[in-house]
C-alpha cells in the first residue's frame, strides 16, 4: 500500500471517528486538492451545515462531500423536487445530473437566489433529493466560448476526475527532502514586456508561474533550459497562470505539446479566456503565414488540466507549497499570485500585472498578505516620468477626441485589447452618451471583443461592487446598450461603415500586431478627419508603438496573397493616457508602500530596462528595501 493509501485509509478512521454514529462513509479519496468524503448519508450532512466547516478545520483540508449513487433520488423525479425548493425568480435555464459522482449542476440567471442564504437553499435542495448542487451562473450576454467550454468539461469528464485523482495524490505524497531552500529562476519579462515566465523550486517541488509570447517579436520563454523543462515537462509539479493576456498565457499549451500532463491553477474566468484568447492566437498566426506554436487541440488539454480556485481559498498545490489567489484589478480574474512556502519557510508572491487604483471595471489590487518575504513586481510604467493621466481627466480627453473627430465628420478607430481595455472604454462610453457628453452614434465591437464582454457579465462577481449590481439587472446593463453593434460581417461590413456616417469603431489588437485593425487602418487610415487613439500600451517593437511614434507610412495586405504593401496614414494619430490596466509609476510605489506586511526583497520584471531600472533604484532609496532589476535566466536563492 502506497503512502497516500496508508494516508487515506486514517482520514477515513479519522473523518469517521469524528462524524456522529448514523452517518456512514464509504470512501475517501483526493481530487485535486480536495479531500472527498462519499456517504450513503448527505441529507445528515446537509442538516447540519457545521460539520463540513467542522472536519475541514480539524483536517486542514478542503472538503466535498458527495453522496453514494444509492442514496440519490432518481434524476427525473429530483428534478421536479430541486425546482420546487428553487425560487421561480432565480431563472434556472438548465439542471444536469452526473450520477457518477452525485452532482446536478444548476444553471441559473440568479445564482445567490439558488445558494440562498449562507448557503440554506443549496442544503435544502441535497435534504430533499440527496445530490450535491453546484451552482453555476447562465450568462446575460450568451457566450459561445463559455458554452463551449463547459460542455468539453461536462464531456471529458470522466478523464477529468482520473486528472484530478492523480493530481491529489501527487499533492498529498509524502516529502522526499528534507532539505530546505526557495529559489526563482527567470525565464522571460525581465528588463522587456512580453512572455512571462518564471520557475518556483524548492527542494520537492517546481512550479512554472505564466508561460506567454513577446507581442511584436517572436522571442519565447527561455522553457529548454534545466530549470524548466530541460529535466523533461513532467518534472513540472503545477503551473500557476496570473491572468489570460498573450504576454503571459499564450504558450501554456505548448507544454502540453511537449508532455506536460499536469494541473493548471488560476480562476475560472481565466480558464474560460482560454479557451478564446489562445485560439485566436493561433488563428491570426495562421492567417499571416506563420507556423502556430501547438495545435488547437493542445488548447482543449490545457482547459481539461485547469482546477479553479476563487480569490482567497488558501489551497495546497504540492507537498509543501500552499497557493492563494488576490484581486490584481488588471483584467477579469486576473489575480496576485501568493505561495506559503514549508512549515512557515517561506513566502513569495507574483504580482502579475496589477493596477493599484479602483477602475470602472475592478476594485484595485489586494496587497494584505499574511506573510511575504520576497514579491516579484511588474514594472511596466515603473519609469520614473511614467505617470499616467487620473482616470477622470482621462476620460475627459477621451471625450474631447470623440467630439472634435466627431464634428469634422470623422471616425474614431481605438486598437483595444479585447479583455479589459475594450469593456472600460464601453463604460466610459455608454455613459458619456447617456448623459449627453458625446452625441448617441454606433460603437462598431471588432474581433473578439463582444464574445469577451459576453464572459465579463458571466462572471459579475470578480467586477466592481455597482458595475455587478447593474448587470443583474437587464435594463441597466451597461453592455446592452443599444449603441453597441458587434461586427459579424467581416471585411465587407468594415468598408461599408467606413464609408458611412461618423462613428467608434473599438477593434482588436491592441498593439496593431494583428487582426481586425489592420483592416479598419486600410479602410480608415487614408481619412485625414478620422483619429486613430491609442489608450492602452504598446509594447516596443510593435506597429502601434511605432505609429505612436511617428511613422505614416505602415505595411498592409497586398492583393495577392503572401504579398504586402505600404499605404500613407493619413487620419490623426493620438494618444490618452489614464485607461491603462497597469499601474503607473506612482501605483506600483503606492503598492509596495501600502503592503502589509513590506517584503524585505523586490524583483523588477516587466518592463523595458529603463522602467525596471528606474523603479528598483526608487523603491531602494525611498523605501529601503533590498531590490533587484534581474535579466532573464538569473536564479535567486532565498533560504
Not at 106 to 121: L, S
Not at 338 to 350: E, P, Q, S, T
Request: some cysteine; proline content about 6%.
Amino acid at each position: 500500500m502506497s503512502s497516500v493509501d496508508t494516508q487515506l485509509e486514517e482520514l477515513k478512521a479519522e473523518v469517521t471517528a469524528e462524524l456522529p454514529p448514523d452517518i456512514s462513509v464509504s470512501d475517501v479519496t483526493y481530487e485535486g486538492p480536495e479531500l472527498v468524503i462519499y456517504t450513503r448519508d448527505p441529507k445528515r450532512f446537509a442538516q447540519d451545515s457545521d460539520l463540513i466547516r467542522d472536519l475541514a478545520g480539524k483536517l486542514r483540508k478542503r472538503i466535498t462531500v458527495r453522496p453514494d449513487p444509492a442514496a440519490l433520488s432518481p434524476a427525473g423525479e429530483a428534478k421536479d423536487r430541486i425546482l420546487d425548493v428553487i425560487p421561480e425568480e432565480a431563472g434556472v435555464t438548465d439542471l444536469d445530473f452526473h450520477e457518477d459522482i452525485g452532482e446536478v449542476v444548476i444553471e441559473a440567471q440568479k445564482p445567490g437566489m439558488v445558494i440562498g442564504r449562507h448557503g440554506a437553499t443549496l442544503r435544502e435542495i441535497t435534504q430533499e433529493v440527496g445530490w450535491t448542487p453546484e451552482v453555476v451562473r447562465t450568462p446575460p450576454i450568451e457566450s459561445s466560448t463559455v458554452s463551449n467550454v463547459r460542455n468539453f468539461l461536462k464531456q471529458e469528464r470522466d478523464d477529468r476526475r482520473q486528472i484530478l485523482e492523480r493530481v491529489g495524490r501527487q499533492i498529498h505524497r509524502e516529502q522526499l527532502s528534507d532539505e530546505e531552500w526557495v529559489r526563482i529562476t527567470t525565464l522571460g519579462c525581465c528588463r522587456e514586456v512580453g512572455r512571462a515566465a518564471f520557475i518556483l523550486s524548492t527542494a520537492e517541488t517546481r512550479i512554472l508561474i505564466d508561460c506567454g509570447d513577446k507581442p511584436g517579436s517572436d522571442d519565447v520563454p527561455y522553457l529548454q533550459v534545466p530549470e524548466a523543462l530541460g529535466a523533461g515537462a513532467n518534472s513540472l509539479d503545477a503551473v500557476v497562470l496570473t491572468h489570460a493576456h498573450l504576454d503571459h498565457s499564450a504558450l501554456i499549451p505548448l507544454l502540453f505539446k511537449y508532455g506536460y500532463d499536469g494541473p493548471i491553477y488560476t480562476t475560472e474566468p481565466t480558464r474560460d479566456l482560454m479557451g478564446l484568447l489562445p485560439l485566436d492566437y493561433l488563428d491570426v498566426a495562421a492567417k499571416e503565414g506563420r507556423t502556430p506554436p501547438y495545435e488547437s487541440e493542445m488548447v482543449r488539454e490545457a482547459i481539461k488540466h485547469t482546477i479553479p480556485i476563487e480569490y482567497g481559498d488558501v489551497t495546497d498545490i504540492a507537498p509543501d507549497v500552499k497557493l492563494t489567489f488576490h484581486n490584481a484589478g488588471h483584467i477579469l480574474g486576473s489575480a496576485v499570485t501568493h505561495f506559503h512556502i514549508g512549515d512557515g519557510l517561506y513566502n513569495v508572491a507574483f504580482s502579475g500585472d496589477i493596477h493599484y487604483e479602483d477602475t470602472r471595471l475592478f476594485n484595485g489590487a489586494v496587497n494584505d498578505f499574511p506573510r511575504v518575504e520576497t514579491l516579484v513586481l511588474e514594472s511596466t510604467y515603473g519609469g520614473r516620468n511614467d505617470y499616467q493621466t487620473d482616470q477622470a481627466d482621462a476620460e475627459e480627453k477621451l471625450i474631447e477626441a470623440i467630439n472634435e473627430t466627431h464634428e469634422r465628420g470623422g471616425k474614431v478607430v481605438i486598437p483595444a485589447f479585447a479583455v479589459g481595455r475594450s469593456q472600460e472604454m464601453m463604460l466610459v462610453i455608454e455613459e458619456a452618451m447617456r448623459n449627453g457628453k458625446i452625441p448617441s452614434m454606433p460603437v462598431h465591437l471588432d474581433g473578439m471583443i463582444w464574445e469577451a464582454t459576453a464572459i465579463h457579465t458571466t462572471y459579475p462577481e470578480y467586477l466592481r461592487d455597482d458595475l455587478r449590481d447593474r448587470i443583474f439587472h437587464e435594463d441597466d446593463n451597461p453592455f446592452l446598450a443599444d449603441e453597441f453593434n458587434h461586427i459579424d460581417g467581416g471585411d465587407d461590413e468594415r468598408r461599408e461603415i467606413a464609408d458611412g456616417e461618423p462613428c467608434i469603431v473599438l477593434s482588436t489588437s491592441g498593439m496593431v500586431t494583428g487582426g481586425p485593425i489592420m483592416s479598419w487602418l486600410r479602410h480608415v487610415g487614408p481619412d485625414p478627419d478620422s483619429r486613430l487613439l491609442f489608450v492602452g500600451y504598446q509594447a516596443q517593437g510593435t506597429l502601434g508603438n511605432r505609429i505612436q511614434n511617428g511613422w505614416d507610412e505602415i505595411p498592409v495586405e497586398g492583393d495577392r496573397v503572401g504579398r504586402s504593401d505600404t499605404m500613407k496614414l493619413e487620419m490623426d494619430v493620438k494618444t490618452v493616457d489614464g485607461f491603462s490596466g497597469h499601474a503607473d509609476r506612482q501605483g506600483l510605489e503606492n503598492f509596495v508602500k501600502t503592503m502589509n506586511p513590506r517584503p524585505e526583497k523586490i524583483l523588477c520584471v516587466h518592463g523595458d530596462e529603463r522602467s525596471v531600472q528606474d523603479l528598483s533604484s526608487g523603491l531602494y532609496h525611498d523605501h529601503n528595501l533590498r531590490t533587484f532589476a534581474p535579466k532573464n535566466l538569473e536564479t535567486f536563492r532565498f533560504r
